[in-house]
Each structure stands twice: as structure tokens, then as C-alpha cells.
């Protein structure tokens, strides 16, 4: 039984792509359709609406012409009767047909489409279809089709209004495969052909006249995704990849060459290939990888490289051990970025991300991933499975997947209130399923400001994958009760300071030998308030070490470090507390780390009294809070290596 509300609808004809509207959780839009034969398979754009729109809504047909393709609108939770007049919608868990645009069955059928913004009333769309064969064989395809919605009183009507061809010469088998559109900028990668490429365009230039171009990325192969973000200062980054590879554009002004920015090695075991990539803001890229033999699915979170790096470094990442495939791939932001005047991604802050793969076998897989914000550097970590869906649509492949725009609504929920995150999918055997994922609101007792806007996570909490930390915390856990039976044992003969006082369980039971007991050493206390109360503004990573203790670990390796050595205790020219830099590490620009334990004592007491002194540690902390963590010479200078 599925932990999520479905409702589902049935169209006919394949469906091939779909996307949601990013400023209305109630809209979706799919496509699909026979392609270019006489098959009689429809091809239309349909809109559904949630909830009391769905009464003011209805359908209108663009084309008189027979039908072979399908360009299909939904607004979320109805209740769908294809090719029929839209339905009254009054429960949560319909789907409703409310708009369809019948394309003719002379061209291709929709292979990628994508929400371009609005205009007062009006809703652009781009979509990938093909023209007809006649026209390509004359050297002329205007793959990209400009499309609007327009809701006019009861009525809703789709129009397509203008074409775009955008391939350089594009052979009579190549179309439109990808289409991703971030801000002001749209890329479309193609299938198939001979010459595989990526046209670039103004989204903004593209409304009803000529598109504005804006360059082309020859590709000596095919890429498999793309994906778009746009960054505040207004430029953009694109990535693509191959099969092993995976590329970082960046295009501003003008648009600079494609970087390698990371390789799977031929020699890894198992060698994964690239499948889908997507953005996590503008700091890192989440790839979906598919192990050979259909062994699984690999899904790797990478940190793009800083100036004057070359490489993106694998920042988390976990597996689907299922024998499946991926066969398609969505990502959804819980909390809203902050944007920049120019419109692209400022900050991300503390968030979650949803994740959903769909496998060969009709599955979905759901993982949700952590976002951790911190003055000095941001972290990915937890990126743990929520849940599976299984035989979403019965044998059917999964064709898309596509998560609405969560945004926190504007008043506190009130009790018995639940926030939904919505997941579409589709099928070539012409199923949409639609499903409702509860959310709640997260509470963090140790944020300073109460007044921080509500953030929500999934209701469904997370867990971790069980690894090799699962047998070593279990070996650690038997090895401290041996140490406690060994220490009352110790006691109840008087062979020990007490600690457990083992007497008081067994009294009358023989008499104990009456040894002098010598007082422990007595350990320098800092001065220094409590972990919640730990003033971190002169140290830039101390809230990441508070984390730490809560719980928030880190998966990648950072380095903690200095410009200058530490002086051991008692030397005089200590480094200011400003002077500590946290970085994620990188071993050839760092060096080898070493353990704590294998540190001298005079380096860890100095290391001690400068965290201190930066406001990031405190006795109470403990030594523990260092276990497991690196610590190497930079140019003279102790580093420290948070190790996830």
C-alpha cells in the first residue's frame, strides 16, 4: 500500500515528456503522442486544474486536422476524461482534463517541453516537435514550437504561435531531445543525427517573434541530460554528460569553452554511466548514474571546483541496489532559495531537497538530501532513501517524472494541516500518476533567531543506509558494556576510583577490600558558556563544529587550517582566531592528514586553545568531537580535516 495519496488519469496516446508550472502547484503539462504516420494516435496540450478552479475551467481544440501527437496541461488533483469536456473537481485525489491542443499527425510527436513564464493571463511553453518529413527533406525544421495558455472565463485554449528552427545542420533524424530553461536562458540538446549539439536562446526573445540565439555547443557525441541554473550576478551554468563524463559551461556575456569537470575512471569496479543531471543550486551538481548489467543505480552529489581548481570534487552520494535502471529523474527545493535583483540564485540557506528515480521496472525511488548553509563553507550530507514506490505504472516504463514548487504558505499551518509536496509521473501505456507527499514543519531548537521564516521537511523521516559505521558503532556499543562490567567489577573490590558505586546494588553481599583511593587528576576547565550558547562570529566554521555534535556530519573531507603554524602551548606569537580557515580538503594542495591520537600533545592543546578562543569549541564539547578527524601541514601549518 503506497504512504502517499495517488490519483491517476489515463490519456491515448504515449506520453513521452512532462514538466510543472514553477509559480503554480496546480498546473502540469505533458506531451507525447504516435509521431509522424497515420496511426490515428492523438497528439494534444491539456490543462487540469486543482480544487475550486476546476469549476471555471474548460477545454478548447487548437486543430482541425487528424491527430498523432499529444501536447497535454494538467492542474494538479482531478480527475481526467480525455477528449471530453472538463469535470467538476471537489476531492483531493482526481485528475482532471481541462485543456488539450491537437497538433497534426504530419509531424513528430512532442519530445521535450518546458514552462517558459507568463504574461498577465497568459502561460508560455516551449515544446520539442519535429516537423513534418516532407519539411526536413527540404533542409527546414522548426523543432521548437512557442505555445500559449490562455484562460478565458470558462474556457481555456491552447495556441502555438511561433517556430524556431535551432540546429545547425541538422540531418533529417535528428530532434529534439532536451530542452531545460533557467531565468532569461534556454538550451535544447538534440538526438540522434550525426552533428549532436546544444543550441542556446533567449527565453525573453522568443515570445511570439523571432528567437533570439544565443550560440551553439558542438558535442563530439550525444549529450545524455543537461541542465541549467542561473547565478546571481545574472550569468548561467550549463552541465551536460556523456557516458563517463561530466561537462561545466559557464555563459555570461559571451560563452567560454566546455570543462571537463569530472571523469569515472576506467578502473573503478563496476564502472557506473551518467544518466541524468540536475543542479543543487549553484554550488553543486546531482547525478543519477547507471550501473552496468542493470545492477543498480548510483547517485553521486558533486562540488563544483573554485577558481583556479580544475575538478568538481564528489561531495555525497548513495546507491540503489535493486537489479533497475534509471529511466528518469526529478529534484525538488523545500525552501525557496534567495534570489538576487538579477533573478538568479543568491544563497540556499538551510534546506532540503526531495529526489525521486524512477527505475525500468516501474518503480520510484524516493531520497531526500540536506542542504547545510554555513558562513565558511556549504556542505551536502544526508542523502538517505524515504521511500519506494513499486509498480507505479503496473510493467509500464516510466517515461518523466516532475516535482511541483513547494513554497511554505504565508501563515503558520494550523493543527491538523498538512503541506503537500506533489510528484508526477508518466508512461509510454498513457498513465499519469500523480502523488502527494506530507510535509511537516522543521524546528531547530539551536537557530538563534526565532524569527527565521518557517522551513518544511518531508513528514516521512529519512533513513540511513546500513554501512560498515552501522557494525562499528554495534562493536563499539558491546566493547562499553564489557568496559562497565569491568569497571564495577573493579570497584566492587575496591581496586578503582568510584565512578559506578557497584556497592549500593549488592549490599550485604560480602565486604569489599578498603583500598586508598586516589583523586583523579584535576583537567583544566575553559571558561567558556555551553555548545548552545557558543558566540561564533569571530570563527566562521564554529557553528559547523556545534553541528557536529548535534549530529550533522559531514560527508565530504574539510580541512580546517591556518596561514601560520601553530606555536605549541606557552609560545608566544599564537595566530589570531580570525587567522583559521575551513576549506573543503584536498590532499595534494594540503597534504596527509593525521589522526587525532596521533598528534603531539602540544599541537593539540594549541589546536584546543585557538578553537577556544574562536568561540568553536569548549570543554564541554569534549575530545570526542575530534575523533575520526584529520589533521595535516599546510606550509607550516597545522590543518585540520573534518572527515565525513
Known amino acids: 500500500m503506497s504512504k502517499f495519496v495517488r490519483a491517476n488519469a489515463t490519456v491515448d496516446y504515449p506520453l513521452y515528456t512532462v514538466d510543472y508550472d514553477p509559480e503554480d502547484d496546480t498546473r502540469i503539462i505533458v506531451g507525447g503522442g504516435g509521431g509522424a504516420n497515420r496511426s490515428g494516435v492523438p497528439n494534444k496540450i491539456v490543462r487540469l486544474p486543482y480544487g475550486e478552479a476546476a469549476r471555471?475551467?474548460?477545454?478548447?481544440?487548437?486543430?482541425?486536422?487528424?491527430?498523432?501527437?499529444?501536447l497535454f496541461e494538467h492542474l494538479l488533483t482531478c480527475a481526467c476524461a480525455p477528449q471530453q469536456s472538463v469535470l467538476e473537481t471537489t476531492k483531493p485525489d482526481d485528475l482532471r482534463v481541462v485543456g488539450e491542443l491537437d497538433l497534426t499527425r504530419e509531424e513528430d510527436n512532442v519530445a521535450s517541453l518546458a514552462f517558459a513564464g507568463r504574461k498577465g493571463k497568459t502561460i508560455n511553453i516551449f515544446a520539442g516537435i519535429n516537423s513534418s518529413p516532407e519539411e526536413i527533406d527540404?533542409?527546414?525544421?522548426?523543432?521548437?514550437?512557442?505555445?500559449?495558455?490562455?484562460?478565458?472565463?470558462?474556457?481555456?485554449?491552447?495556441?502555438?504561435?511561433?517556430?524556431?528552427?535551432?540546429?545547425?545542420?541538422?540531418?533529417?533524424?535528428?530532434?529534439q531531445r532536451l530542452l531545460r530553461i533557467s531565468g532569461s536562458l534556454g538550451a535544447a540538446g538534440s538526438g540522434f543525427g550525426k552533428d549532436p549539439q546544444i543550441a542556446l536562446f533567449d527565453v525573453a526573445g522568443s515570445k511570439g517573434g523571432k528567437l533570439a540565439r544565443r550560440g551553439t555547443i558542438e558535442l563530439p557525441k550525444e549529450a545524455q541530460d543537461l541542465d541549467l541554473v542561473q547565478l546571481a550576478d545574472g550569468s548561467?551554468?550549463?552541465?551536460?554528460?556523456?557516458?563517463?563524463?561530466?561537462?561545466?559551461?559557464?555563459?555570461?556575456?559571451?560563452?567560454?569553452?566546455?570543462?571537463?569537470?569530472?571523469?569515472?575512471?576506467?578502473?573503478?569496479?563496476?564502472?557506473?554511466?551518467?544518466?541524468?543531471?540536475r543542479f543543487v543550486g549553484p554550488e553543486f551538481i546531482l547525478a543519477a548514474a547507471n550501473m552496468p548489467g542493470r545492477s543498480g543505480v548510483a547517485i553521486h552529489g558533486f562540488r563544483l571546483a573554485k577558481a583556479g581548481q580544475e575538478k568538481a570534487r564528489l561531495a555525497v552520494s548513495a546507491k540503489i541496489p535493486r537489479k533497475i535502471n534509471a529511466t528518469a529523474l526529478a529534484v525538488a527545493n523545500l525552501t525557496p532559495p534567495r534570489l538576487s535583483p538579477k533573478g538568479g540564485v543568491e544563497a540556499l540557506g538551510d534546506t532540503q531537497f526531495v529526489i525521486a528515480i524512477?527505475?525500468?521496472?516501474?518503480?520510484?525511488?524516493?531520497?531526500?538530501?540536506?542542504?547545510?548553509?554555513?558562513?565558511?563553507?556549504?556542505?551536502?550530507?544526508?542523502?538517505?532513501?524515504?521511500?519506494t514506490l513499486m509498480a507505479v505504472h503496473g510493467a509500464d516504463n516510466i517515461t518523466g517524472l516532475a516535482f511541483s514548487r513547494f513554497s511554505a504558505p504565508a501563515k503558520k499551518a494550523g493543527s491538523g494541516e498538512t503541506q503537500y509536496l506533489k510528484l508526477v509521473s508518466i508512461s509510454l501505456q498513457k498513465m499519469i500518476a500523480l502523488h502527494s507527499i506530507p510535509l511537516k514543519q522543521f524546528v531547530n531548537p539551536a537557530a538563534q533567531n526565532k524569527n527565521a521564516p518557517v522551513r518544511y521537511?518531508?513528514?516521512?523521516?529519512?533513513?540511513?543506509?546500513?554501512?560498515?559505521?552501522?557494525?562499528?558503532?554495534?562493536?563499539?556499543?558491546?566493547?562499553?558494556?564489557?568496559?562497565?562490567?569491568?569497571?564495577?567489577?573493579?570497584?566492587?573490590?575496591?581496586?578503582?576510583?568510584?565512578?559506578?558505586?557497584?556497592?549500593?546494588?549488592?549490599?550485604?553481599?560480602?565486604?569489599?577490600?578498603?583500598?586508598?583511593?586516589?583523586?583523579?587528576?584535576?583537567?583544566?576547565?575553559?571558561?567558556a558558556p555551553v555548545v548552545a550558547e557558543v558566540d561564533t562570529a569571530s570563527f566562521p566554521g564554529g557553528n559547523l563544529l556545534a553541528r557536529i555534535v548535534e549530529g550533522e556530519l559531514p560527508t565530504e573531507t574539510l580541512v580546517?587550517?591556518?596561514?601560520?603554524p601553530?606555536?605549541?602551548?606557552?609560545?608566544?606569537?599564537?595566530?589570531?582566531?580570525?587567522?583559521?580557515?575551513?576549506?573543503?580538503?584536498?590532499?595534494?594542495?594540503?597534504?596527509?592528514?593525521?589522526?587525532?591520537?596521533?598528534?603531539?600533545?602540544?599541537?593539540?592543546?594549541a589546536w584546543k586553545d585557538r578553537l577556544h578562543d574562536a568561540g568553536a569549541w569548549?570543554?564541554?564539547?569534549?575530545?570526542?568531537?575530534?575523533?575520526g578527524i584529520l589533521f595535516g601541514e599546510i606550509g607550516g601549518a597545522i590543518g585540520h580535516a573534518v572527515a565525513g
Open 56 to 70: 471555471a475551467i474548460g477545454r478548447s481544440f487548437i486543430s482541425e486536422a487528424p491527430v498523432c501527437r499529444a
Open 138 to 175: 527540404k533542409g527546414k525544421n522548426e523543432h521548437l514550437r512557442s505555445i500559449a495558455i490562455k484562460a478565458e472565463g470558462k474556457t481555456t485554449s491552447l495556441k502555438e504561435e511561433a517556430r524556431h528552427p535551432l540546429f545547425v545542420n541538422a540531418t533529417g533524424d535528428v530532434y
Open 236 to 277: 548561467h551554468l550549463l552541465t551536460y554528460c556523456y557516458q563517463h563524463e561530466l561537462y561545466l559551461v559557464k555563459i555570461g556575456k559571451g560563452q567560454e569553452d566546455p570543462q571537463l569537470i569530472y571523469s569515472i575512471s576506467a578502473d573503478e569496479p563496476n564502472r557506473p554511466s551518467f544518466r541524468f543531471v
Open 358 to 387: 524512477a527505475g525500468n521496472e516501474s518503480s520510484i525511488s524516493l531520497f531526500s538530501l540536506t542542504h547545510v548553509e554555513s558562513p565558511a563553507i556549504n556542505l551536502l550530507t544526508k542523502l538517505h532513501p524515504l521511500s
Open 457 to 527: 521537511v518531508t513528514k516521512l523521516e529519512a533513513s540511513a543506509p546500513r554501512t560498515a559505521r552501522t557494525a562499528i558503532s554495534l562493536f563499539g556499543f558491546v566493547v562499553l558494556i564489557m568496559a562497565l562490567a569491568g569497571q564495577a567489577i573493579v570497584e566492587y573490590f575496591g581496586q578503582g576510583y568510584p565512578i559506578l558505586n557497584p556497592q549500593r546494588f549488592f549490599t550485604g553481599i560480602g565486604k569489599p577490600v578498603h583500598t586508598p583511593i586516589v583523586a583523579p587528576p584535576v583537567v583544566h576547565q575553559h571558561g
Open 560 to 564: 580546517l587550517y591556518a596561514d601560520t
Open 566 to 605: 601553530a606555536p605549541a602551548t606557552g609560545e608566544e606569537g599564537a595566530t589570531p582566531a580570525t587567522d583559521i580557515k575551513l576549506e573543503v580538503h584536498d590532499e595534494e594542495v594540503h597534504g596527509p592528514g593525521k589522526a587525532w591520537d596521533e598528534l603531539p600533545e602540544a599541537q593539540q592543546n
Open 618 to 627: 569548549t570543554q564541554q564539547m569534549g575530545e570526542s568531537i575530534f575523533k
